[in-house]
Structure formats: structure tokens, C-alpha cells
């Protein structure tokens, strides 16, 4: 398996001529121009990833849900203990999750992997097998993850991801499955964006805002830690995400790096996903134009992200689920983008049939 420095140097940026290919061939089809709003936008992104115009329509979506648990679920983070990941990773494996409904509804294959849970017991039929160890560190108290797990736990994910890809998957989508694991993502926004702990920390699986003033905290503990061991000399994108997050993190940065290699669009979902989605691109600015924002997150630092990506979510239904739902539900949009460019009729077809007597074809009402 590459590196993750051979995995970064592996991404490419996308391709602007295509970009301005899919643009002009808009312009060209018969509908007026910018009917279609930001579809049409979203084709010309997808049209710059695969570096051809008009971009090949995605078949073959697989969703990859990385589980994890985490340490800092000891600070009293959650109302909910950590078994119940263990508990979510058998049901997403046994086709009993809301992610394996929508995947089903929309075609996706679920893929589960366990970088880091603390499971107990054999593994379940259907989940990956890839645990760097069995959870992180206390990332208020310690470094949640040495840079060699992360490291790691970036190579688990980009394995799965480059099977997947070798096996026909054409459009990834990210997901995962942890306790305590908006904490450590609320770390990776403020570390990342430097935005206050306040203002990307929110209730998460919690039943209610209850713990969050305590979360915030526990965050600005885990900051102040983390910026004494920067320093010292931990410096950097890889030593900021093996500090603050979650092996799951890396795991989905691994995807994401993947599926940039591979030229391929790759959809972010919420907030775990996208504060992973920071970590890539902070590694690999190239990897940020190979990202779609699925969904916006009812979360907090969520809903900073399509901000953070330099493009608006293509969803808000204010969820916050994660395991993949949000940005699943954004796989049809994604195919739709494509196929426009690939089967419309152009206005010059529109011309010539209406010059040969046939019946002109009209455009759909504004």
C-alpha cells in the first residue's frame, strides 16, 4: 500500500479545461441558459474531476463506513456508553441500518470497516476487519493517536477504498459509525479553521444540549494540549489529526485520498466526515475540488463545511445522523448532474429538426 506521502503526491488537481468544456457544452443545450442552476454547476465539477466532458454518469456508488471508538468518551461526553458502537457496527453489517435503507433506495453498496472499536469478541459477518487498536487515547489529556497509527488507520482506509474502485466502484461516499466521535470532531474544525470551540461543538447523539457546555471544555482542554505538543515540535496536518482525532478520521481521509487518485468524485457527509474532509485537504489542497458536500449538517461545525469546500451542500434536510445518510441522499443528484450533459439534446439539434419539418422540441416551463 502507497504511503500516505505517494498517496498525496497521487492526486492531481481536476482538470479546468473540462470544467470550461462542461460550461460551454450548458450553455449549448436545449434549455435556457442556467435553468438548471447549480446541477449545472455540480456537472461541470464532476466534468473537472474525471478530466472528460461530458463526465462519465456514476453506476456503481459505495457508501464506507468506518467505525471507531474513542478515549475521550471518559471525559463524559456522551449519554451513551461505548458498547453502542460495537452495537451499530453489527447492525449497519446485518442490513438493519438507516444507512443500509437509503443505500438501498439509491443503489449504494455499504461497505463497514473497523479501524478502532472496542469490540469485544469475534468479528461480525460483513464488517471489514482493519482495527489499528482498540480505540484512541484521551485527546484531552494526550495525543489521541501517534502519527504511525494514523498513519495507518489513512492506509485501512484508502485499501478499502482502492478495492472498492478496482471493483467498479465510480462515486464514493463517506460514512461512519462512533461514540464520542462529534468531541473529536469539533477538535479537528477548531484546530483546522481556527473558529472557536463554542461555535463547531454541538449536542451530537446526545439527547439533548445538556453535556455540550462541557463538550466545549473538553475541547479547548484537548486544543491547549495539542497546541503545547505543536510546540514542542508535533506540527503539521498529520500530527494535528493523529492529536485530535479519531482513527475513523483517518480512515476516511484514506478514502478520500483514494478516490482523488483515482479521479473519481467522493461525497462528504456530515460532521465527522467533513472535519476528516479538513484533515485531507489540509494534507492534499489538490483533494479539495474532488469533494462534494452532500448534505448540510444540523451540527454546528457542519454547517461551516460546504464553506470550508468552496462550494454550497448540495442538501439541507437538517439532519444529523451521520453513518453516510445525509451525503447518500445526494447520490442521485450527483448521477442527475451527469447524465444531463451526457444525453440533453443541444439547441443546434432543437434547430436543425425544427429546419427539417419536424416537431420542435420546447423547453420545460420556468
Not at 144 to 166: D, K, N, P, Q, S
Not at 306 to 332: C, N
Request: one cysteine or more; charged letters at 20%.
Amino acid at each position: 500500500m502507497p504511503t500516505v506521502e505517494e498517496l498525496v503526491e497521487s492526486v492531481v488537481a481536476v482538470d479546468g479545461a473540462a470544467h470550461e468544456r462542461a460550461l460551454e457544452r450548458h450553455a449549448g443545450l436545449a434549455k435556457p441558459p442556467g435553468s438548471l442552476g447549480r446541477l449545472e454547476d455540480l456537472g461541470a465539477r464532476l466534468a473537472a474531476i474525471s478530466g472528460h466532458c461530458p463526465p462519465p454518469v456514476p453506476s456503481s456508488p459505495a457508501v464506507v463506513v468506518a467505525a471507531a471508538d474513542h478515549g475521550v468518551h471518559a471525559q463524559g461526553v456522551s449519554d451513551w456508553p461505548q458498547e453502542v458502537t460495537a452495537a451499530m457496527v453489527a447492525t449497519v453489517a446485518s442490513g438493519g441500518a438507516a444507512v443500509n435503507a437509503i443505500a438501498r433506495t439509491v443503489g449504494a453498496r455499504v461497505v463497514v470497516v473497523d479501524v478502532g472499536t472496542l469490540r469485544l469478541g469475534p468479528v461480525p459477518d460483513g464488517v471489514r476487519d482493519e482495527r489499528v487498536r482498540s480505540a484512541t487515547r484521551d485527546l484531552a489529556v494526550e495525543p489521541a493517536m501517534t502519527v504511525e497509527e494514523c498513519r495507518t488507520a489513512i492506509g485501512a482506509g484508502a485499501r478499502v477504498a482502492a478495492e472498492l474502485i478496482e471493483g467498479g466502484t465510480d462515486l464514493l461516499v463517506t460514512g461512519e459509525v462512533g461514540i464520542g466521535n462529534t468531541t473529536a470532531s469539533a477538535a479537528l474544525f477548531a484546530a483546522f479553521t481556527g473558529a472557536d470551540p463554542a461555535d463547531v461543538t454541538g449536542k451530537g447523539a446526545n439527547l439533548d444540549h445538556g453535556r455540550t457546555p462541557h463538550k466545549v471544555e473538553v475541547v479547548r482542554a484537548a486544543l491547549a494540549r495539542h497546541a503545547a505538543d505543536a510546540a514542542a515540535g508535533a506540527r503539521g496536518p498529520l500530527a494535528t489529526l493523529a492529536s485530535l482525532g479519531g482513527l475513523e478520521h483517518a480512515a476516511l481521509v484514506g478514502v478520500m485520498l483514494a478516490g482523488a487518485a483515482a479521479r473519481i468524485p467522493v461525497v462528504v457527509d456530515g460532521v465527522v466526515t467533513g472535519s476528516a474532509a479538513l484533515a485531507a485537504v489540509a494534507l492534499c489542497p489538490d483533494l479539495a475540488g474532488y469533494l462534494v458536500a452532500g448534505h448540510t449538517s444540523a451540527e454546528p461545525g457542519g454547517r461551516t463545511l460546504p464553506d470550508r469546500l468552496g462550494e454550497p451542500a448540495l442538501l439541507d434536510l437538517r439532519m444529523r445522523l451521520g453513518e453516510g445518510t445525509g451525503a447518500l441522499l445526494a447520490v442521485p443528484l450527483v448521477q442527475a448532474a451527469a447524465r444531463v450533459l451526457a444525453d440533453m439534446a443541444t439547441l443546434a439539434d432543437v434547430t436543425k429538426d425544427a429546419g427539417q419539418g419536424g416537431s420542435p422540441k420546447v423547453f420545460g416551463g420556468g
